[in-house]
């Protein structure tokens, strides 16, 4: 990654999936004037201390998005007054929490008490995420909360605890589970595909009316600031093949999706997937045609 020595009246600096490689550095610290700073996906496993950002006292935004920071997040980020959107996903990071607007620090090592005065939430709209981390029990959400993601956030991913407070008991055993993801309920070879309607944002964890399956969702849409960004989205062609029921509508997420099921009897399961490319868009944005990359994970192992 370049200097940032002579460049001193930058106000927006944008170097995601740049393939530079890491440390970021110190000379980072002299661009004073920075309202937005983005920096994610960079190269090499070396980790580094979090970089000293303590002068960006205009920064509003602030990503770095796998960047290998290691240690404590700085005391100094409460003292920027200014920033309401902080992304440190995919870190080492180990606390303690700031209290902000948009708070996405998934995928770290979070281990700091989650303590949830009414400062905590002081921004009606705030949107929380701190999924995939290793809070201890006693630092559980007190109570469910709409845009407050907590899905696996506890030591060795103990999830029983958290889903109980905001899940009713099992009533009885179920041996199949069948999900419209992102569509609407439809029966196709005598098998009833259950609805995946819900709008949700980009820290969610949703359950549906039955409390037997639910999902979470994590991450935000950073290109969409001109309109609302969609989680669902829509097939725009006609579609001839067989059960295109399926394949109508589908939910998206820009950075993880999981489902989860409740009330499962105890045994071996056939787990079936159905993927599809349903939007197309001629342009030379991340949303056109082009290969697409990603993980598919059943009971945490990558398949």
């Not at 496993?45 to 000293?52: A, I, K, L, V, Y």
Request: glycine residues 6%.
């Amino acid at each position: 990654m370049p200097e940032f020595g002579n460049w001193k009246q930058l106000h927006y600096v944008e170097m995601e999936g740049s393939g530079f490689s890491g440390p970021i550095p110190p000379s980072i610290s002299t661009l004073a004037y920075l309202t937005e700073l983005s920096i994610t996906d960079l190269n090499g496993e070396n980790s580094s201390d979090f970089p000293d950002l303590s002068k960006m006292t205009n920064l509003s935004k602030l990503t770095m998005r796998s960047c290998n920071l290691r240690g404590n997040i700085p005391q100094y980020i409460l003292n920027l007054r200014r920033l309401f959107d902080l992304d440190l996903r995919f870190n080492k990071l180990e606390g303690p929490l700031p209290n902000l607007g948009e708070l996405d620090l998934s995928l770290n090592k979070l281990e700091e008490p989650l303590v949830q005065t009414p400062a905590f939430f002081r921004f009606g709209h705030m949107i929380i995420d701190i999924s995939y981390n290793n809070f201890s029990k006693k630092s559980e959400p007190s109570a469910c909360q709409d845009n407050f993601n907590h899905f696996q956030s506890t030591s060795g991913h103990e999830n029983s605890s958290i889903l109980s407070k905001c899940l009713a008991p099992c009533s009885k055993d179920y041996y199949s589970l069948h999900i419209n993801c992102g569509g609407k309920e439809t029966t196709i070879g005598g098998i009833k595909y259950e609805g995946d309607e819900k709008v949700v944002g980009p820290a969610n964890l949703f359950h549906n009316s039955t409390y037997t399956w639910g999902f979470s969702n994590t991450g935000h849409f950073r290109n969409s600031e001109l309109e609302e960004p969609k989680y669902i989205v829509n097939n725009v062609s006609t579609l001839t093949m067989e059960n295109s029921e399926l394949y109508t509508t589908a939910r998206i997420s820009p950075l993880s999706l999981t489902y989860f099921a409740r009330c499962l009897r105890n045994g071996s399961y056939t787990v079936k997937l159905h993927f599809a490319e349903i939007v197309f868009r001629n342009n030379r944005s991340y949303e056109s045609v082009g290969r697409r990359v990603f993980d598919v994970y059943v009971q945490g192992k990558r398949e």
